[in-house]
């Protein structure tokens, strides 16, 4: 029985949402902008989708850019904050434990005369309130910070840090929010947390892949990174995928509505995963003990080989990650975990299982018995492997 | 059935050795094996997730062939197995066989390794064209190929027993157009991609390039003699040469030249008319034997100096071990001439079909000329079984 714990990759569509979008994959062909009776039905659903949204993050429906997934809604919202803020000054402030869509954008940036700010992180992931507002300068256009980390699941302080801006930091200068990871489990208010741009991605709460979305606070000017037609209001232009943006409204709506029995049900589960997994001699738990996402389990194994994990996972059907998805099987360790502190030998060892809505008990009971002996067994392999090594590679005459 | 972990380069042949190994009913993973950075350093984006062409055409095959496929990170080994050496023999002046380095110490050192440890795997596949048969003794005997042009035994010498035991070559049977008839019958998307060429991470086939940049050689301009040591011209830097080389010196002495030897002490490449490179004997050493056949004394063997030529039928005898840096060395005397042997690359003998072992071609003694008088073998009992 295949089990998957790999949500912070991506996660089912959830059959409400695939319902609500079927229509618009058939007969509902229509073009929004279209003025006739295909194009108002496919406007109209597209209003109702920018209004969930707007809804569900305490925004208003006219201050929803839809785009392709989170990566383009963070691309949109640093570049365009960024070029639309030039004129009032080129420093850029982030932490050293973004997602690479929000660093790579950023490092894009610096090649073209912004001074971009890594803020480094304590063993956790978090910034210290203290570390921003040092940093801080009547240069700063832009601070741009993950709500909680997508591989040690750490959930920033981010009311202070935004709080700090505000209070030390340049009128004019944004705030922008990666959202991505912490959309599906943490309640996210606009207006509280005080933020200016803020970006999630359908895919993590059940949604639909190609679907994201970046609030954009009324009069908040940023460049447009894409231009055409008058599609969201200028901000970002080609036509709308219909009913991927539908999808994404239902799948919110419902993730919001029942994000308190999933967050509950799924903190319970984790702390059990953590528990067997740190039981382990050689474990520790990477990112917050307490401030972390409710379905997120990171940890570092010494002398294992998370990759090996990984895949002997896989082989007995059980899908995890080391931390990120990337598989070009560079031996470049996670950015996060150095930031962090950890050194690269232990770095290799780390092991992410993120568990999500659909997650049952059984699948949990299964991992607890799974996982642990997975671990033990890649050390265990690693160590025969290094002490086979040494005959194979000497040459000896056979 | 058994789980068999199948080492997928990208190409058409280990495409079809997955292929087949999943028809018989085994249980059939992927690999593909990250080995050096060079995938990265030649694509736009340096770094860039998902830039590697060859990993992707064997993870599309793979997919194709519904199998779990992984890569995997084998650098560090790849880079003390294969590629020191081969950066240590090029400044040495001598000239590396990293095929073969690669088989031993990665294919069947660390990725077998992790196979059986990490992965509960029986076996390693490749795509090489060889056969392995074991015998009723339990040992495990090499075999050339069916396809006698692409037989790549002349890599594969170097395997233990213990290698072998646990190596699966599912091509061994088939020729060249075979395999690539199988590829096409199930659509693989690999089955009229060419045949790769040259070495791996240097992809340019700029050796002096890469002893530059990875193992950061400082060539010295030096003498280029003839064969009587008659100085005819300068080089900048010997490294990189090899025996039988023709270009890249820019001399010219009327008739054809070639470089004949190259010494890294003196920083001296010497150059020979095509006969001065003709050989008769040489010593070979770091020899290993297939499975055990009892040789202590000479034997018939057909030798190998190049992957793909004619083995030369010879008379092969142990070295008289006296010189405590002479154990284990062989002196191998060819009926007739062989042509330009390279100190240190494989020198891999034969019995028909069988493949014996070998081992690398010495470098002859300094100050004397590399043709050895060739003498008939004086006690000469055994004979290869």
């Not at chain 1, 705030?175 to 943490?186: E, F, H, R």
């Not at chain 2, 793909?308 to 009926?335: N, Q």
């Amino acid at each position: 029985m295949p089990i998957y714990l790999d949500h912070a990759a991506t996660t089912p569509l959830r059959p409400e949402a695939l319902e609500a979008m079927l229509p618009f994959l058939g007969e509902q062909f229509g073009n929004p902008s279209s003025p006739h009776a295909w194009g108002r039905r496919a406007r109209a659903a597209l209003d109702d989708a920018h209004e969930r949204i707007a809804a569900a993050i305490g925004a208003g429906p006219r201050e929803i850019v839809i785009t392709s997934g989170g990566t383009e809604a963070l691309n949109l919202a640093l570049k365009g904050a960024a070029w639309a803020g030039k004129a009032r000054g080129n420093q850029i402030l982030t932490t050293a434990v973004e997602h690479h869509a929000v660093l790579h954008p950023l490092q894009q940036l610096g090649k073209f005369g912004f001074e971009v700010l890594e803020l480094p992180v304590d063993r956790y992931g978090r910034v210290d309130p203290d570390t921003l507002g040092a940093a801080l300068s009547d240069r700063t256009i832009l601070v741009a910070i993950g709500h909680a980390n997508n591989e040690v699941g750490t959930i920033q302080p981010l009311v202070d840090l935004i709080a700090r801006v505000r209070a030390d930091g340049p009128r004019g200068c944004l705030v922008a929010v990666d959202a991505v990871a912490s959309a599906p489990y943490l309640p996210i208010d606009v207006a509280a947390l005080d933020c200016d741009l803020l970006a999630i991605a359908a895919h993590k709460f059940d949604g639909p892949k190609g679907a994201g979305a970046l609030f954009l606070r009324a009069g908040t000017h940023i460049l447009s990174q894409q231009q055409g037609g008058s599609q969201e209001r200028f901000r970002r232009a080609g036509t709308e995928d219909v009913a991927a943006t539908v999808g994404m409204g239902v799948a919110l709506s419902l993730a919001v509505e029942e994000r308190d029995e999933v967050a509950g049900r799924l903190g319970t589960a984790r702390d059990r995963l953590i528990g067997a997994l740190t039981s382990i001699d050689g474990v520790e738990l990477t990112g917050h003990p307490t401030d972390r996402l409710p379905g997120l389990v990171s940890i570092v194994a010494r002398g294992v080989d998370g990759a090996s994990v990984v895949l002997k996972l896989d082989l007995e059907g059980v899908a995890a990650s080391v931390g990120s998805a990337c598989t070009t099987g560079s031996a470049e360790p996670s950015h996060v975990l150095r930031a962090m502190g950890y050194p690269d030998e232990e770095a290799r060892g780390s092991l992410r299982l993120s568990l999500g809505r659909t997650t049952s008990e059984a699948d949990v009971d299964a991992a607890l018995d799974i996982v642990p002996r997975a671990v033990l067994a890649a050390r265990e392999g690693a160590r025969r492997v290094a002490a086979g090594r040494a005959p194979v590679e000497t040459g000896a005459p056979g | 059935m058994s789980r068999i972990l199948v080492a997928m380069s990208g190409g058409v042949d280990s495409s079809v050795a997955a292929a087949l190994l999943k028809d018989e009913g085994h249980e059939v993973v992927g690999v593909w094996m990250r080995l050096h950075d060079v995938a990265d350093s030649i694509s736009e984006f340096k770094k860039s997730c998902c830039s590697l062409d060859a990993a992707e055409d064997a993870r599309r095959v793979a997919g194709q062939l519904d199998i779990p496929f992984y890569v995997l990170n084998l650098e560090r080994e790849f880079d003390e197995g294969v590629l020191a050496p081969f950066l240590g023999a090029y400044l040495d002046g001598t000239t590396p066989s990293p095929c073969v380095d690669c088989n031993t110490t990665v294919k069947f050192g660390a990725l077998l390794g992790q196979a059986r440890h990490l992965y509960d795997c029986d076996a390693v596949a490749t795509g090489h064209y060889a056969r392995r048969v074991v015998g009723e003794d339990g040992q495990v005997r090499m075999l050339r190929a069916r396809d006698g042009d692409k037989d790549q035994t002349y890599f594969l010498y170097g395997l233990r027993q213990d290698q072998l035991h646990d190596a699966r070559f599912p091509l061994g049977e088939l020729t060249k157009p075979e395999v690539r008839a199988v590829a096409r019958r199930l659509g693989l998307a690999t089955a009229d991609k060419p045949e790769s060429q040259g070495i791996c991470f240097i992809p340019d086939g700029d050796v002096r390039g890469a002893l530059k940049s990875r193992a950061g050689w400082e060539p010295e301009t030096g003498p280029v003699l003839d064969a009587n040591g008659t100085r005819v011209g300068e080089h900048a830097g010997a490294a990189g040469y090899t025996p039988g080389q023709r270009q890249g010196l820019g001399i010219s002495l009327g008739s054809p030249r070639y470089v004949s030897r190259v010494d890294p002490v003196t920083n001296t490449i010497t150059l020979g008319r095509r006969e001065d490179l003709e050989t008769t004997a040489f010593e070979i050493e770091d020899v290993r034997f297939v499975a055990e056949h009892g040789h202590d004394r000479s034997f018939r063997a057909g030798v190998r100096i190049r992957h793909r030529a004619e083995p030369i039928p010879a008379w092969v005898e142990p070295v008289d071990a006296t010189e405590p840096e002479r154990v284990g060395r062989w002196t191998v005397r060819t009926d007739t001439p062989v042509w330009a042997i390279a100190p240190r690359q494989a020198a891999v003998l034969y019995d028909g079909d069988v493949c014996l072992g070998g081992g690398r071609i010495a470098r002859p003694a300094t100050g004397t000329s590399q043709s050895m008088a060739a003498s008939a073998p004086g006690l000469v009992t055994t004979v290869a079984s």
